[in-house]
């Protein structure tokens, strides 16, 4: 997984935007085990206690759940994995809709410019 952790904001926040955007892309299948904490802020290059920070937050949420003997699992609740994806889906829309409109683009140029590159992506499938 690619962290592309930026040292200018909380690192915690951005742990668990990517772990649960890894959950709702499913690279982390429903009820698959996550690897230890250690692990991941290891492979993040982070703090263990960072990393822990990130995974209760994401038990919290309800995304992973904790077993004493068996680790931390992805949950298997399909809504709650649903609902984080369409959280991200809109989040990322958003991002997009703020640098479009800090380059001076107004919504109904936005829309057009979106419906072009769509277009365009079924004229390569096809």
Request: with cysteine; net charge neutral; aromatic share 4%.
């Amino acid at each position: 997984m690619k962290w592309n952790i930026d040292e200018s904001l909380p690192i915690w926040p951005q742990l668990y935007s990517r772990l649960s955007a890894g959950i709702a892309a499913r690279r982390f299948p429903p009820g698959s085990r996550l690897p230890s904490v250690r692990e991941l802020a290891a492979d993040a290059g982070v703090n263990p206690n960072t990393m822990q920070r990130a995974l209760t937050e994401l038990e919290m949420k309800g995304l992973i759940v904790t077993n004493r003997t068996a680790g931390r699992n992805v949950c298997m609740d399909q809504m709650i994995i649903n609902a984080v994806r369409q959280e991200e889906a809109e989040r990322k829309i958003g991002n997009m809709l703020k640098s479009m409109e800090e380059l001076g683009y107004r919504d109904e140029e936005i829309r057009r410019m979106i419906e072009d590159v769509l277009q365009d992506r079924r004229g390569e499938e096809g």
